[in-house]
């Protein structure tokens, strides 16, 4: 890989040899890939990978709801993060290296930001392996802008250069903006782009939702600011009227019961010292990911 390993201590988690898994169980990959190239608005997202790993020292390993303790069931390892290229497009095809080579390893790639332009290089190699995968997007935003202030790879456009591979189809839920440069595109692409509106949360039926991904190849991507801004200040443009915790769990774990969940990331956490509960939100719902993934008892392998 582009990257060295940490020591365990100082990873994801702070596991320690007592709590580690055994030799033989199914791999995750942590990459932290603190890309910072487009920010809109306030920056920061350079410093989220080390400020979710930090926090996660902290997370509890039982999980009540699963009745176990997911880390001794993970082989969890995670990778220094590497020094990233100055251009977007260049830190994209790194992304793609280290993804990829994580794949090779048979490992599940959980990919922690950076900001949420990172996507389309990190699920390069999904797209390579699994002609099927779809995305399933949780935002604040749409994100299907053709490029944001000069730049084709912004954040603004992190879905739409995803959707450039014509067999991608996605499901994004929780978003709450659009812009209406962004519009045509949606109305051209309803065969394949299934957005579910924030403002129809009442009405949701999840098993409905995650239909189009059933017995498919999922990759999750997961920006904070899907998050209700009174739960997640800690990011670039925190929104109000977006999800709470109780309500991001349910679709998560069903997603790993009827779809195969292959890679995901965590993107525009900017972190601040008086928030640090943000980190903290972050660095759990890495762990309920990897938790669904790997201990639900209808979960499904790779």
């Not at 169980?25 to 890939?33: D, E, N, T």
């Not at 949701?204 to 920006?223: C, S």
């Amino acid at each position: 890989m582009a990257s060295g390993i940490l020591k365990p201590e100082a990873g994801y988690l702070g596991l320690t040899r007592d709590v580690a898994a055994p030799a033989d169980a199914p791999k995750a990959v942590i990459i932290p890939f603190g890309l910072e190239r487009t920010v809109s608005w306030r920056g920061g997202t350079a410093k989220g990978p080390a400020a979710i790993i930090g926090a996660s020292h902290q997370v509890e390993l039982f999980d009540e709801e699963l009745w176990c303790e997911p880390s001794r069931s993970i082989r969890i390892e995670t990778l220094a993060e590497p020094r990233l290229p100055d251009t977007v497009e260049d830190a994209l095809a790194l992304l793609a290296e280290i993804t990829g080579a994580a794949l090779a390893d048979g490992a599940f790639p959980l990919v922690l930001g950076g900001e949420h332009s990172l996507t389309p290089g990190a699920i390069r190699p999904f797209l390579q392996k699994w002609p099927d995968l779809a995305l399933l997007h949780f935002d604040a935003h749409a994100d299907l802008r053709d490029g944001y202030e000069g730049e084709p790879y912004s954040h603004a456009a992190a879905v739409r250069r995803c959707m450039d591979a014509p067999q991608l189809e996605v499901v994004s839920i929780g978003v709450r903006n659009i812009s209406v440069e962004e519009i045509p595109f949606l109305e051209e692409n309803r065969h394949r782009l299934h957005i579910h509106w924030a403002k129809d949360r009442s009405a949701w039926r999840i098993d409905e939702i995650l239909a189009p991904l059933i017995d498919r190849p999922v990759y999750i991507t997961f920006d904070l600011d899907g998050f209700d801004a009174s739960l997640m200040l800690a990011t670039g443009t925190p929104e109000p009227g977006g999800f709470f915790w109780a309500d991001v769990m349910p679709i998560l774990r069903m997603a790993s019961e009827l779809c195969t969940v292959v890679g995901a990331d965590i993107v525009e956490l900017a972190p601040s010292k008086r928030l640090h509960a943000c980190d903290f939100v972050a660095a759990k719902l890495a762990y309920k990911i990897l938790a669904y993934k790997f201990c639900s008892t209808v979960g499904r392998g790779t």
